[in-house]
């Protein structure tokens, strides 16, 4: 606790207003912090007089001494009171701060152990969850929350610890993200779970997290698999980082066929898709990326897509029956084309 | 700027505020309305020492409020009002203030919790009562771990 910096703030506040003097007192009554420095060290009985006001100091059954205000002013008795308040709300106030500062440092411990697949950390997280009381029988996701610039300078972190307090979240900040899970209750049916996940992102929106990326991870009901929530948010911050708009959430659900996809080995794509890289060289292959990823982000609604390429919806179709005719795919009717 | 809590609360500022609230909804600015401390810098400075200096502390009149506001709008962050009195909310009211949802601290023991009559005089519930006829709720809660009741304020 630091207390001295504390109370030479108050200092500084009395020595520019000039008419008070203010000092901590230990319980023996020797003067530890002063506004005037020749009195530090000095017993207030030798300097007592008829001006002096004394308010113990005392936080959380903590003892921090006596607030002694000496002044001619008439107010003094109004701003006594008010001294000592401050004092003490403060006191509390960083005292707090610390405690949450510990608690994230815990948190820290156990969610390395959670997000690791070793061996070694799942029998360790299994022990901290269990010293900790983590429910392990819960469903848990990750998110992973890429911080804008402003946020990493403007936003205390150990605050969002009051703000999760109740909501069973642990987080930590890695570099310039946070790595966030949130317990899902049992009594959530599944398809409410995503509301659910998108009610809390915006309530942490609210709070100050603006400007933000969220990568949400798949949700997982066994605790020997909250790791992998880890590793499907971790993928989808690489991956997409660059596409995702700021204050933009992006699923790991909405994204699966990509990562599957990522997980078979170039050889075998190749060997699959050889037919149909073929055939793409045949085409403009800088527009045939460009007309299917804005396909693909407008769900294949031609009007939207139409628009987002700027371009006359007959012009758009005009180009996906060329794909059509040139892959001997059906792109606008079946799922399987898509 | 938003305003993420509206209180009532005689003690201003102190520590159910600025720990559990002030954190709770990452306030940047606290604003007291009270016009006894108003345009005494002194006293705002004594107030300012509660909590670090990034978390801005303005006394404000109800005049002063609005024009705070107004002054506020565009600038991101999440502001916490707190009035002194149920009166002194009616002015602002009156002088064009609105927020929904009012908070004031437990009287009592939230389990011995008794009507409305043992905490409130006559004229504060008439303050009460023309501040909800302007779609202005009241409810009662201390600490952000609470829920909110709005119970002993509806009409029986």
Redesign the interface.
């Known amino acids: 606790m630091k207390l001295e910096q504390i109370f030479n703030e108050f200092i500084q506040v009395i020595t520019d207003h000039n008419i008070y003097t203010i000092g901590l007192l230990d319980r023996a009554g020797r003067i530890t912090y002063c506004s005037a420095e020749g009195l530090i060290g000095k017993d207030i009985a030798q300097i007592q007089d008829a001006e002096d006001l004394f308010y113990p100091v005392i936080v959380r059954d903590v003892d921090y001494g006596i607030l002694w205000v000496n002044s001619e002013d008439n107010n003094k008795e109004m701003v006594g009171p008010l001294l000592v308040e401050s004092l003490q709300t403060r006191i509390a106030y960083e005292a707090s701060q610390e405690d949450a500062l510990k608690t994230i440092s815990l948190d820290e411990e156990l969610l390395k152990s959670m997000i690791s697949e070793s061996t070694e950390d799942r029998k360790k997280f299994k022990k901290l969850a269990r010293l900790y009381g983590l429910d392990t029988e819960v469903s848990r996701v990750c998110i992973i929350i890429k911080l804008s610039s402003s946020i990493r300078e403007t936003v205390e972190l150990t605050r969002l610890k009051f703000f999760t307090e109740n909501k069973d979240v642990l987080y930590m900040k890695v570099d310039d993200y946070l790595v966030m899970y949130l317990g899902l209750s049992e009594r959530i049916k599944r398809n409410e779970m995503k509301n659910m996940i998108i009610d809390f992102i915006v309530s942490l929106q609210e709070w100050g997290l603006h400007e933000c990326k969220f990568f949400v991870g798949s949700v997982q009901t066994d605790e020997n698999n909250y790791a992998s929530s880890y590793k499907h948010s971790y993928w989808l911050y690489r991956y997409h980082e660059d596409t995702v708009n700021s204050q933009e959430t992006i699923f790991f659900d909405e994204a699966i066929f990509s990562y599957l996809i990522g997980l078979v080995p170039q050889k075998e794509k190749k060997l699959v898709l050889n037919n149909f890289i073929r055939a793409i060289d045949k085409l403009d292959k800088k527009e045939f990326l460009e007309v299917s990823q804005a396909l693909y982000q407008n769900d294949f609604n031609i009007t939207k897509t139409a628009e987002a390429l700027y371009i006359h919806k007959n012009t758009l179709l005009y180009k996906i029956k060329k794909y059509e005719e040139t892959l001997f795919i059906d792109i606008r009717n079946t799922f399987k084309g898509k | 700027m938003?305003i993420s809590l509206v209180r009532i609360d005689n003690r201003l500022?102190?520590?159910t505020v600025?720990?559990?609230w002030s954190?709770?909804?990452?306030a940047s600015e606290i604003m007291l309305v009270d016009p006894t401390y108003v345009d005494d810098p002194?006293?705002e400075?004594?107030?300012?020492?509660?909590?670090?200096k990034?978390i801005k502390i303005n006394i404000c009149s109800v005049t002063q409020l609005t024009k705070n506001l107004e002054e506020r709008k565009g600038i991101?962050g999440?502001v916490i009002i707190i009035f002194k009195s149920l009166q002194i909310l009616e002015e602002a009211v009156e002088k064009g203030f609105y927020f929904p949802e009012i908070q004031i601290p437990y009287p009592a023991s939230s389990i011995l919790l008794k009507q409305a009559e043992e905490y409130f005089s006559q004229d504060e519930r008439n303050t009460i009562a023309n501040l909800v006829k302007k779609n202005i709720k009241f409810y009662l809660q201390t600490v952000?771990?609470e829920s909110k009741n709005y119970a002993i304020f509806k009409k029986k």
Request: charged share 15%; proline share 8%; aromatic share 8%.
């Open positions: 938003k500022l102190h520590a600025a720990i559990n954190s709770f909804l990452n002194f006293i400075k004594v107030l300012q020492l509660s909590l670090p990034k991101k999440n952000p771990m």
